[in-house]
């Protein structure tokens, strides 16, 4: 049978990346989180909600000071 060879290990020392590319990178990263930021906070809404009825939440008491 053939044994699998023994797994090397890997040291990266460098890493050369344009100062400008890296820019660009991190500016497409930061505007890729902000819909990824709306689409979790929708479904932690959701799920937030899902759970207040079921739970018999929704008191609101603390608004009640503030009413007139």
Known sequence: MNTPAPAER???VDLRIPFLRLVFFLVKLSLAAIPAAIIL????????AALAAFLGGGDFEFLRRWRL
């Open 10 to 12: 890997v040291v990266l």
């Open 41 to 48: 906070g929708a479904i932690f809404l959701v799920v937030s």
